[in-house]
C-alpha cells in the first residue's frame, strides 16, 4: 500500500444550515397521495421540485428510488432545471445514486433541454445519478449555457456521492458548473468544442474521479485527492491539482501520472492501483461514493479500495467433461486469500471440485448434486467479501419418466426425450440423461431431416452411467434406409457437448442436391465447435459422406459397423483417441475408416470398401491420395501424411475395442493430444495409449472367466490354427500354453499357433488380474494331424469337362495346376478357382476345357 505524502490543510468541511424549526421532507415517485408539507412516506410529493417549494432553509428532503424526470423550476431565461434548489435544503437520496436518477430532457443543447439540478448557495445535492441534462445554445453563457448536469452559484453549494453522466453543455461544465463536489463520479459528459468548460468547470473537487468525457476533464478547477485522466481532447486546463492522478504532469505536491486502474467497474481502483492510500488526510470528507468509511490516508478517486468482486461465470469443459466456475475480478488488497461456497456450505477439494481455495473452481464430471447456487469469498487484510450467487442448472431426462414438467429440474419432473429437456435448458446448463433408449423426439435444423437430438445452444448433455446403458437410437428409412423417412440421431452445434451415449441407426436424406446439412453424418453432424466425446457409434448410415461422425471433434469415440460413400467411420473431423474399426465404404476411393480426418492417438483398423463376402471386398482404413493426416495413430497401410504412427495389430480383447494386455498401443500415444478420460471413464496415462481405451493395470480387478468357441479343433502340422476364447472381466495379462512349448504372452483372446508334429496338444489360457494373481485358466484339446501328399482319383470326362477329385485336408491351401507337355521344361500352370480351406475330405474338381486337348493335372498344397 502506498503511504501519502499529502498532509496539506485546506480548512475544507462539509455542513449544513440548521435552525430551529427544521423539518424533514419526503419523495416517492409512486406516491399514491401526495398532500403538502410531504412530511411523511404516505403523503410524499411525486417531484423533487414540489417537495423543494414546500421547504425552507435548513431543512432536509428524503428522495426514495426512481427516475425523476418530470417537473422543475425556470431559474434564468426559460431553461428548466429539473430539481432547482433554490433553498439552503439538502436533498438526499435514500438508497444512492445507482438507483435515485434525476434526468433531464436528453443531451442535446437548444429550447427543448432541461437541466439536472441548480444549486443556491449553501444548498447540497446528495447521492443521485445527473443525466441527459444540457443547456440552451444561445443567451447568457454564465446562466443559460453552462452546467448541463448541474450548475451552482459558488463553492457554497456542494454535490455529494454523485454519478454525473452524459450531460452536455454549449458553454461550460457539459458536467458541473461551480460548486464544491465531494466523492462524485463525472464520466461521459461533453460541451461544444469552441468554449473551454469541458466536463467540470470552476468547480472544487475533493475525492473526485472525472473519466472518459468527450472534451477536457476540468478547466480552473481546484482538485484533491481526484482522478482526472482518459478524457478526450485534454485531462485539464488550468487549476490546481494536490495528491490528484492526472496526466500531463500537473506539478504541485503528491501528484502522478501513473494510470489509475481502476477495477472494471471504472470506479474501483484495482488491487494494484496506484491511487491506493495516495490521498491527504487533512482533504477526506464524508464517506466515499458507495458509502465506505475513507482509509488513513485515504485512496484517490471517489472511491476507496474495499474488497469487491464481480459474479463469477459458469464455463463448461469438454476435456474431461465438467465446469469451471471463475473469471471474477476482484479487489482484496494484500494477501488475497478464496474459498468457494455451494449453498453457502464450504467446498474443499474431493477428487470432484479441485481449485476450492483459488479464484477458478474446477469439476470433473457433472452429477445431480451438483446443481445449486456457487458463490466465491475473497478475504484479505483490508476484509472480506462475498460473490453474487451464480446458480448451475441441471435438467433431467428418464425415458420412464411419468410426470415430465417444465424445465425438468428435478427427476421427478424429469422429461422423457432429451430434446425436451435441451429446449428447456440455457447455454452453459446442463442435460442428465439416466439409462434408456431414447428413440423419440428430435428437432429439425435444415430442411426437413429430424436429429433425434438437436444440441442448439453451448450446453452439455451427458449420460449418468455411460454409453452402455444409454442410447439415441435414429431411424432409417424403411425402403432405402438413406431417404425421406431416415432421422439422424444428433446434431451437435458450435460450443455444445454431447458425452456417454450409444448412437446407432441413424441415417440421413437419400436424394437431392448433395449438401452437407442433409446428406452428411448419419450417427452425428457437428459443427466447427461442437464435441461428441465418450460415445459409440454403430450402425449408422450417410448418403454422401461420414457414416459415423461429420465435422466436428470427437474425443475417446468408438466408431464401428457405419457406413456412407466417404468416411464410412469419420469424414473430416478431429479424431481424439478414438477407436475406428469396421467401416464400411463402397468405394476404393472413399476411405472406409476416415476421410480429411486429422487423427491423433486413434486406431484406425479393420476398415472395408466393396461389396460384403465379394472379391473386392478389401482393405480400406483410408484412402492414400486423400488429405488424412495421421499422428501417433495405429494405422495400416503406413500413411505418409503424419508422424510417431505403427502399423502393428492393436490385439483387442473379444468386445474388439479394449485393448488386450500386449496391445502395441498402450503406452503409444501422445500427452499432446489425450487429456482426461477414456470411454470408460479412466484417467489416461502419461503417455496414453492409443484408442478410446486406456489399460490401467492396477484397475483390472473383479472375477475372471474364459471359455472356447473354436469351430474346428483340428489342424495339419505346420499350418496355423486361430483359437477364438470368450473372457469375462477384466484380465491384466493373458498366457496362452499350446502344448509344445513355452508360454506366449503378446496375444489377444484369438490365440494362433502352427505345430510341427502330428499328435493330440492341450491348449490352455490363463488369465490374471489384480484379484486373481494365480490365474484362471480353461483348456481344450487339439488333434494335429499329418501334413498328406494329395493324390488325384476318378478321372472322368463328364458332360465334356475333365472331372477328377482328391481328399483335402482342413484349412491347407490347394491348387490345381495343368500343362500340356511333361517334356522339360515343364510349365504349370494354376487353374483360377479355388479350393475352400474350410473342406476336410474329398473335392471333386471339374475342368470344362479339359476335352479339346491333351493336359496333365497335378494338386498342389501348401
Not at 475372471?704 to 474346428?712: A, D, E, G, I, Y
Request: aromatic residues 10%.
Amino acid at each position: 500500500m502506498k503511504t501519502s505524502l499529502c498532509f496539506l490543510a485546506f480548512g475544507l468541511s462539509l455542513f449544513f444550515a440548521i435552525h430551529s424549526t427544521a423539518s424533514t421532507l419526503y419523495v416517492d415517485l409512486n406516491s399514491r397521495n401526495p398532500a403538502p408539507p410531504f412530511s411523511d412516506w404516505g403523503t410524499a410529493a411525486t417531484s423533487i421540485q414540489d417537495a423543494i417549494d414546500a421547504a425552507t432553509d435548513g431543512d432536509q428532503i428524503w428522495v426514495t428510488n426512481g427516475v425523476y424526470n418530470a417537473g422543475g423550476r425556470v431559474m434564468a431565461g426559460n431553461l428548466t432545471n429539473r430539481a432547482a434548489l433554490n433553498k439552503a435544503v439538502t436533498v438526499q437520496s435514500v438508497n444512492g445514486p445507482l438507483v435515485t436518477v434525476i434526468q433531464g430532457a436528453g443531451a442535446t443543447n437548444g429550447n427543448a433541454a432541461v437541466r439536472c439540478a441548480w444549486l443556491t448557495n449553501n444548498a447540497s445535492l446528495v447521492g443521485f445519478t445527473l443525466t441527459g441534462g444540457a443547456t440552451r445554445n444561445s443567451g447568457d453563457a454564465f446562466s443559460l449555457e453552462s452546467g448541463g448536469g448541474v450548475w451552482c452559484a459558488s463553492s457554497n453549494a456542494t454535490v455529494t456521492g454523485c454519478l454525473i453522466i452524459s450531460n452536455t453543455a454549449y458553454a461550460d461544465g457539459g458536467g458541473a458548473f461551480q460548486g464544491t463536489l465531494n466523492s462524485c463520479l463525472v464520466r461521459s459528459n461533453g460541451s461544444m468544442p469552441n468554449f473551454f468548460g469541458g466536463a467540470v468547470y470552476s468547480a472544487s473537487l475533493n475525492n473526485c474521479t472525472v473519466v472518459s468525457n468527450s472534451v477536457v476533464g476540468t478547466t480552473q478547477c481546484r482538485s484533491t485527492n481526484s482522478i482526472v485522466y482518459y478524457n478526450g481532447g485534454n485531462n485539464y486546463s488550468g487549476g490546481t491539482f494536490y495528491c490528484c492522478c492526472v496526466k500531463p504532469s500537473a506539478g504541485g505536491l503528491g501528484n502522478f501520472t501513473n494510470a489509475p486502474e481502476l477495477f472494471v467497474d471504472g470506479i474501483h481502483p484495482s488491487g494494484t492501483s496506484p491511487c491506493i492510500g495516495a490521498g491527504t488526510i487533512s482533504a477526506m470528507i464524508g464517506v466515499d461514493f458507495f458509502g465506505h468509511t475513507w482509509a488513513s490516508p485515504p485512496s484517490v478517486g471517489c472511491a476507496e479500495a474495499v474488497p469487491l468482486v464481480t459474479t463469477p461465470q459458469i464455463q463448461l469443459t469438454s476435456e474431461p467433461v465438467g465446469f469451471t466456475i471463475g473469471g471474477a475480478s476482484f479487489v482484496a488488497g494484500d494477501m488475497a486469500g478464496f474459498n468457494w461456497l455451494k449453498n453457502g456450505t464450504l467446498l474443499q477439494d474431493d477428487g470432484h471440485f479441485s481449485s476450492t481455495t483459488s479464484s477458478n473452481l474446477v469439476a470433473t464430471g457433472v452429477t445431480f448434486a451438483d446443481a445449486g447456487n456457487y458463490q466465491l469469498v475473497v478475504s484479505s487484510s483490508a476484509g472480506t467479501v462475498t460473490s453474487s450467487v451464480v446458480p448451475l442448472v441441471i435438467h433431467c431426462v428418464n425415458w420412464a419418466g411419468t410426470n415430465p414438467t417444465p424445465p425438468y429440474t428435478d427427476w421427478a419432473t424429469a422429461a422423457t426425450n432429451i430434446q425436451d429437456a435441451i429446449d428447456a435448458a440455457s447455454s452453459n446448463e446442463f442435460v442428465l440423461v439416466t439409462n434408456g433408449i431414447y428413440s423419440g423426439g428430435g428437432k429439425v435444423m435444415v430442411s426437413d431431416l429430424t436429429n433425434r437430438v438437436a444440441l442448439n445452444k453451448a450446453l452439455a448433455v451427458m449420460s449418468v452411467n455411460g454409453c452402455a446403458n444409454t442410447v439415441i437410437e435414429g431411424q432409417w428409412d424403411p425402403v432405402s434406409t438413406n431417404g425421406p423417412g431416415a432421422i439422424r440421431c444428433a446434431w451437435i452445434g458450435d460450443g455444445a457437448v454431447l458425452n456417454g451415449f450409444t448412437l446407432c441407426n441413424g441415417a440421413t436424406r437419400g436424394s437431392g442436391i448433395i449438401t452437407t446439412n442433409l446428406h452428411y453424418g448419419g450417427g452425428a453432424w457437428l459443427s466447427a465447435n461442437g464435441l461428441i466425446s465418450d460415445c459409440v457409434l454403430t450402425n449408422n448410415q450417410a448418403l454422401y459422406a461420414g457414416g459415423g461422425v461429420a465435422f466436428g471433434t470427437a474425443n475417446n469415440c468408438l466408431l464401428t459397423y457405419n457406413t456412407s460413400q466417404y468416411g464410412g467411420g469419420a469424414y473430416s473431423a478431429r479424431l481424439n483417441n478414438c477407436t475406428i474399426r469396421e467401416n464400411h465404404t463402397p468405394s476404393s476411393s472413399g476411405g472406409a475408416g476416415v476421410s480429411s480426418c486429422k487423427s491423433y492417438n486413434s486406431i484406425i483398423a479393420n476398415n472395408y470398401y466393396g461389396l460384403f463376402g465379394n472379391p473386392d471386398y478389401q482393405l480400406a482404413n483410408y484412402y492414400i491420395g486423400s488429405i488424412d493426416t495421421f499422428t501417433n495413430c495405429c494405422v495400416s497401410p503406413l500413411p505418409f501424411r503424419g508422424s510417431d504412427n505403427i502399423t502393428a495389430s492393436p490385439l483387442f480383447l473379444a468386445d474388439n475395442f479394449h485393448l488386450a494386455p500386449a496391445s502395441p498401443c498402450r503406452g503409444a500415444g501422445s500427452s499432446l493430444y489425450a487429456s482426461g478420460y477414456d470411454i470408460d471413464g479412466e484417467p489416461f496415462l502419461n503417455p496414453p495409449s492409443i484408442g478410446c481405451d486406456e489399460f490401467i493395470e492396477t484397475n483390472m480387478t473383479g472375477p475372471l472367466s474364459v471359455t472356447f468357441n473354436n469351430p474346428s479343433t483340428e489342424v495339419v502340422a505346420n499350418h496355423s490354427l486361430h483359437i477364438f476364447a470368450t473372457i469375462d472381466g477384466r484380465p491384466s495379462s493373458l498366457e496362452w500354453l499350446f502344448g509344445d512349448g513355452p508360454a506366449v504372452t503378446n496375444l489377444s483372446y484369438i490365440g494362433y499357433h502352427i505345430w510341427t508334429n502330428a499328435g493330440t496338444y492341450p491348449v490352455t489360457l490363463t488369465l490374471y488380474n489384480m484379484d486373481h494373481p494365480e490365474g484362471v485358466s480353461s483348456s481344450i484339446l487339439v488333434n494335429v494331424d499329418p501334413f498328406l501328399s494329395p493324390s488325384l482319383t476318378s478321372l472322368n470326362i463328364v458332360s465334356n469337362s475333365c472331372q477328377f477329385s482328391f481328399f483335402a485336408q482342413l484349412f491347407v491351401p490347394y491348387n490345381i495346376q495343368y500343362t500340356s507337355n511333361l517334356s522339360p521344361p515343364i510349365t504349370w500352370q494354376t487353374i483360377p478357382q479355388p479350393i475352400d480351406i474350410f473342406t476336410n475330405g474329398t473335392v471333386t474338381f471339374s475342368d470344362p476345357i479339359g476335352t479339346n486337348g491333351m493336359r496333365f493335372y497335378r494338386v498342389k498344397g501348401q
